[in-house]
């Protein structure tokens, strides 16, 4: 039986500093995202991009905070989103825009796990914990905050009120390699599981990914996958405003979303964090589109060899 994709753009770029986010959901289209998951025998249903009114300035008693209103309303608007879609397809994608969406995404996902009495897990590809609270961010990046937020840390009351939470332990980081020092006490005090880049070079990506889904199947859980381009190395991902150098290589990214893919797990998708304006000439709109395929259902004997 045909299982049933929808792709939702978000092209928020409230939560960042650098603009060009507002471009990564068509950038990813043109990159023939749609395609590829129809060729891999899903049914594709493109639901456009959401938006969101203009919106009143609030204020914050931290003076850092930026688009605090803008953010709050993407976050409103995309959690229902994301709950609808999860009601009504097999498994949403959600493409961005910077990683502020997830906070939309996680919270209306937490709802909807909620609704089938089955336990929400993450698997968090990112340079960055994202751990940080409204009151502990210096930079005011707000796509900085959303784990803290759909974890129910404090000081989120500016941001709406969570209907649904995940729990900490639910979540299983990879590729971390910029944290802060809040965000470093915060994760002992609430106990993530984190592999960092030194422990990938360590130990590699499948005894703890492999673990981490074991867990996942033995609770019966919903499993999303929040994906950001600096989970990448830079080298082969330029297009986004966060470049952290050692990131995953070629190998180990594809690797990672075909042993996900296999699990069989996967219940949604972020993919965020694309800046076109930083590309060069697609390369990094192509390689997500072809790590998408990965976790979709595409392995090596798929791909076909490029004669020169």
């Known amino acids: ?69 803008e953010t709050r309303a993407w976050i409103e608007a995309l959690s229902q989103a994301a709950f609808d879609a999860a009601q009504t397809h097999d498994r949403p994608i959600f493409i961005g825009g910077d990683h502020a969406l997830a906070a939309g ?95 990938i070079d360590e130990t590699g990506v499948l005894a703890p990914l492999r673990a981490f889904l074991d867990r996942v199947r033995e609770a019966n859980g919903l499993l999303h996958v929040s994906f950001d381009v600096d989970f990448l190395d830079p080298g082969i991902a330029p297009a986004v405003g966060t470049t952290v150098p050692g990131g995953a290589t070629f190998r180990e990214a594809h690797l990672i979303m075909e042993e996900v893919g296999d699990s069989d797990l996967v219940t949604s998708l972020d993919i965020v964090e694309l800046n076109p304006f930083l590309d060069e000439r697609g390369r990094t709109a192509k390689l997500l589109c072809d790590l998408a395929a990965s976790l979709f259902g595409r392995r090596v004997l798929d791909r076909m060899t490029r004669s020169f």
């Open 1 to 69: 039986m045909t299982r049933t994709v929808s792709i939702l753009g978000a092209p928020i770029q409230t939560g960042a500093s650098q603009p060009g986010c507002i471009m990564g959901p068509a950038s990813l289209r043109i990159a023939g995202l749609g395609d590829i998951l129809t060729e891999l025998g899903w049914e594709v249903d493109d639901l456009g991009d959401l938006s969101i009114p203009p919106q009143k300035p609030v204020p914050h008693k931290n003076p850092a905070i930026h688009d605090l209103a």
């Open 105 to 199: 995404t996680l919270s209306g996902l937490a709802r909807h796990a909620k609704t089938q009495d089955r336990p929400l897990f993450v698997l968090w590809l990112d340079a960055h914990p994202d751990l940080h609270t409204l009151e502990t961010t210096t930079s005011g990046n707000l796509h900085g905050t959303p784990v803290a937020y759909v974890t129910s840390q404090p000081d989120f009351e500016a941001f709406p009120p969570l209907e649904a939470s995940i729990d900490p332990k639910n979540f299983c980081m990879m590729g971390i390699r910029s944290v802060d020092p809040a965000e470093r006490a915060r994760i002992k005090q609430i106990g993530l599981e984190v592999h960092d880049m030194r422990a």
